[in-house]
């Protein structure tokens, strides 16, 4: 199984398989082709308030961590997110797409491994 992640400023590479936005706002400054979408998720996306509460402030991203994939876990939309990654994963790499500056701390990291840990 290959998820990977990557900001989606980057520039879109034919390695990057199926690529899904994860963010619930659509990052500034990008448009529709350049950021070359398979899906844009924002369902499964944390909520407006858990994002607003989290602010990117890594001090905060552990707690972002747990409320977020609680909200995960309860969200009717995680499952048929769940099966279309499945389906592209049998094809070849997904790559999860997030406009955070922080490579490290942010709802795509967290996204991939509750992935991770479902379909291994």
């Not at 994860?22 to 979408?37: F, H, N």
């Not at 402030?57 to 977020?68: G, L, V």
């Not at 048929?80 to 709802?107: C, P, W």
């Amino acid at each position: 199984m290959d998820i990977q992640l990557k900001r989606v400023y980057e520039m879109p590479e034919e390695s990057d398989g199926f690529r899904i936005l994860t963010d619930r706002l659509w990052p500034r400054g990008m448009s529709k082709e350049k950021a070359a979408l398979g899906i844009w998720a924002k369902d499964v996306a944390p909520s407006p308030e858990l994002r607003k509460w989290f602010g990117h402030d890594p001090a905060k991203y552990e707690e972002f961590r747990k409320r977020y994939r609680k909200e995960l876990e309860e969200n009717p939309a995680a499952e048929n997110f769940i099966s279309l990654v499945k389906k592209e994963l049998e094809k070849g790499r997904v790559t999860l797409l997030y406009g955070a500056r922080d490579a490290e701390h942010n709802q795509a990291v967290v996204l991939k491994d509750f992935l991770n840990e479902i379909l291994l």
